[in-house]
């Protein structure tokens, strides 16, 4: 997949977005593998990254990548999540 975006829609009723300049769908477990420009927005938060990961049967995004997280109360640089 190219220029992709998908949005998650959580229990709350809320929504994370997630943009990247590629990705890889597994269509038998709907984990997914993006990388290049990765953003992920949820409200009032934005991370960044160049790969990340998403594994469905969790409902956990983690990358091996250097992360930022930022939002109006935090900011947090971490070489992974």
Partial sequence: ???????????DA???????DKGILNTDSNDIEVSGNVVV???EYK??????????????LYSTAPVTIS???AHLAADKI
Avoid at 1 to 11: N, Q, S, W
Avoid at 14 to 20: F, G, K, M, R, Y
Avoid at 47 to 60: F, G, I, P, S, W
Wanted: hydrophobic share 40%; no cysteine; aromatic share 8%.
């Fill in 41 to 43: 927005i949820n409200r």
């Fill in 1 to 11: 997949l190219a220029d992709l975006k998908v949005t998650f829609f959580l229990d």
């Fill in 14 to 20: 809320s929504e994370i977005t997630l943009t990247a």
């Fill in 71 to 73: 939002g109006p109360e």
């Fill in 47 to 60: 991370l960044l990254t160049e790969e990340l990961n998403y594994a469905h049967d969790k409902r956990v």
